[in-house]
C-alpha cells in the first residue's frame, strides 16, 4: 500500500523556520521524483519545490527561492521541505507528491497535506 505521510506543519511567527517530512512507502522511492506542493484557500495548488531521484536536481518556485530547501535522505524513504524566512502568505496545505514515468506510463502519489499558518 502506498503511502505518504507529511509531518512537520504546525502555526508560526512571521520570520521562523519550519521544517516539513514526508515519509513513503509502498512504492520504490529512489526511482521517483519528489515534490512539494501547497494549496492556499481560494487558490490552486501550486508546485513549490522538486527534487530527483538522485537528489542531485531541484527546482523551486521563484516565490520562496532563497527561502525552502527541498532534500531527501534515499536510505531512509523520506524527502524534506526546510522552509525560512516565512512569510503570512506562505499559509497554506503543503502535500507531498511521488511522480515517475516509466514507459509513457505516468504514475502519482499524493500524501494527505500538513497545515502550515504563518501569523503573529
Known amino acids: 500500500q502506498v503511502q505518504l505521510v507529511e509531518s512537520g506543519g504546525g502555526l508560526v511567527q512571521p520570520g521562523g523556520s519550519l521544517r516539513l517530512s514526508c515519509a513513503a512507502s509502498?512504492?520504490?522511492?529512489?526511482?521517483?521524483?519528489m515534490s512539494w506542493y501547497r494549496q492556499a484557500p481560494g487558490k490552486e495548488r501550486e508546485l513549490v519545490a522538486a527534487i530527483g531521484s538522485t537528489g542531485i536536481s531541484t527546482n523551486y518556485a521563484d516565490s520562496v527561492k532563497g527561502r525552502f530547501t527541498i532534500s531527501r535522505d534515499n536510505g531512509k524513504n523520506t524527502v524534506y521541505l526546510q522552509m525560512n524566512n516565512l512569510k503570512p502568505d506562505y499559509t497554506a496545505v503543503y502535500y507531498c507528491?511521488?511522480?515517475?514515468?516509466?514507459?509513457?506510463?505516468?504514475?502519482?502519489?499524493w500524501g494527505q497535506g500538513t497545515q502550515v499558518t504563518v501569523s503573529s
Open positions: 507528491n511521488a511522480r515517475r514515468y516509466y514507459f509513457s506510463e505516468e504514475y502519482v502519489y
Open positions: 509502498g512504492f520504490t522511492f529512489t526511482s521517483y521524483a
